[in-house]
Each structure stands twice: as C-alpha cells, then as structure tokens.
C-alpha cells in the first residue's frame, strides 16, 4: 500500500509538471518561430488553446471579400491575403451567423458597423443572457457583456457579438450547469490584461459547463465569451498542420496576419 501510495503521488507530481509546461506554451511566444497554439487536456477534455498579444500580433476580423463576397472559408482567405504579401498564421470562426452567413450579431470591421447589435429575446445559445462582444481597439482588447459594452461606448476597430458569456467575473455564466449533457466541439474566446487574447477549441465534443471550466480553471479568464459550436467550430494553425474545412461555408472568421517573409 505504501509503495503504491508513493508511485500515485510521483505520477501525481509528473502530471502537475507537464500541465505546467503546457500552460506555459499558451503564452504568446516570445520568440520568432515558436508556436502560438498548445494542444492541453482539462478534466478529460482535449483542447487546442492560442495565444496572441494585441501589441504585437495583427488580429483582425474578415467577413466578405473586395467584391463583396463572403470568404466562406480558411482557404479562401488565406489565398487573399497571399495575394496582398500578407500570410494568414492562424484563424478561427467568430462567432454565430444566419443562413446567409452575415452576422446575427453586432459586427465592426475596420471600424465600420456592418451589423448592429442585437439585444433582442429568442431560442438558441446567442440569446443566452448576458451574450458579449469580443472587440479589438488597436493594441487593446476585451470581451464584455454586450449591455456593458453598449454602455461604455467603447471604440472597436473589429468587434463581434456572440453568445452565451461562458464567464462572467470569474464566475461560469448563471444558466451554465453542471449536470448539462449536450456535448458538441466548442470554440471561444477571452482576454488578459488588456492585450492578450486567447481563443481555445475542443478537440472532442464537450459540454458547456467543462468549456467554462477550461477558461475559468486552466486559463484563469475572469470574461470569456462563446463563439460557436459543431459544426460551425473550426480551426486554421499552421503551426500544428492544422486546417478544418467547413461544408457548408461560415460567415465571420477572426485571422491573425503577418507580412509575408521576402
């Protein structure tokens, strides 16, 4: 018994100290080359987690292109960008969409209002209350509950409304619980300190109450925000061979941008 109990605690410490190691590959890197994505498990659930700091990374929100058609997809707009010198280091869906892919929600690009806020009642997870907004102003950034956000009258270059809050204060939203058993792959979004923004994705359906826990828990997000779920969730990281194909195609997509290397 005693043998045992020293071999669960030395497996024990092996497991905390590769956790550690994991969650420091989440901070944005601090090096050229070094990846910004870590794949990590929370209470049984695989994820991959990025990071990115909005002093130094170009993070962006795409919609249509110059023709003003919808980009659709991670190649389209990869291919893009190329086009411009422009390389597209990682990419994610951003948030929830109609039928015709324009946002359900408010939507800023560039610093133009595309879509206006939407603080009506209905069915589904956007209508969820408190939803929010993930927005970017230059090197800063937030996630807010949308009646806050519209409050402050904060300024947003890129900003998108989606729904539910997963956390709120550092508290999983209200109407999250325990014992819920829907599972579906699950992607969103928080901020640190102002400027470091983390977007996380399942790798295996999961619940929304073990996806709150990913960001209250692991990531230590006092706010984050859900984007979307099944489906709808996808992934472009070049840096982990990763690219998700989505049929049919999406509506808003979050990109992070660099210059192309000459």
């Not at 324009?102 to 209508?127: D, K, S, W």
């Not at 826990?213 to 990531?219: C, E, G, P, T, W």
């Amino acid at each position: 018994m005693f043998e045992a109990g020293l071999k669960k605690r030395a497996i024990s410490s092996f497991l905390r100290m590769l956790a550690t190691a994991a969650l420091a590959l989440l901070s944005p890197p601090a090096i050229a080359g070094a990846s910004p994505c870590a794949e990590v498990e929370e209470s049984g659930v695989a994820y991959t987690v990025c990071g990115f700091d909005t002093r130094k990374s170009d993070i962006r929100l795409f919609l249509r292109d110059e023709k003003g058609e919808t980009y659709g997809d991670f190649s389209r707009l990869a291919s893009a960008l190329a086009s411009k010198g422009e390389t597209l280091v990682f990419a994610m869906n951003a948030g929830m969409y109609a039928e015709d892919r324009a946002p359900v929600g408010l939507y800023i690009e560039n610093g133009r209002t595309l879509n206006g806020a939407n603080t009506r009642h209905g069915p589904g997870n956007f209508h969820m209350k408190p939803n929010g907004v993930f927005w970017i102003d230059g090197a800063r950034a937030g996630v807010s509950e949308t009646a806050r956000f519209l409050k402050s009258r904060q300024r947003a270059q890129f900003a998108t409304q989606s729904g539910p809050m997963l956390v709120i204060g550092g508290r999983i939203h209200p109407r999250i619980h325990e014992d819920g058993m829907s599972e579906k792959f699950r992607n969103g979004v928080c901020v640190q300190d102002g400027h470091i923004a983390r977007f996380a994705i399942s790798n295996r359906p999961a619940t929304f109450y073990e996806f709150a826990r990913l960001f209250r828990d692991r990531l230590h997000c006092q706010d984050a925000l859900f984007l979307d779920g099944g489906s709808a969730s996808g992934l472009y990281a070049p840096s982990l061979s990763r690219h998700d194909r989505f049929m049919p195609t999406m509506g808003p997509i979050i990109g992070v941008v660099e210059k192309a290397a000459r």
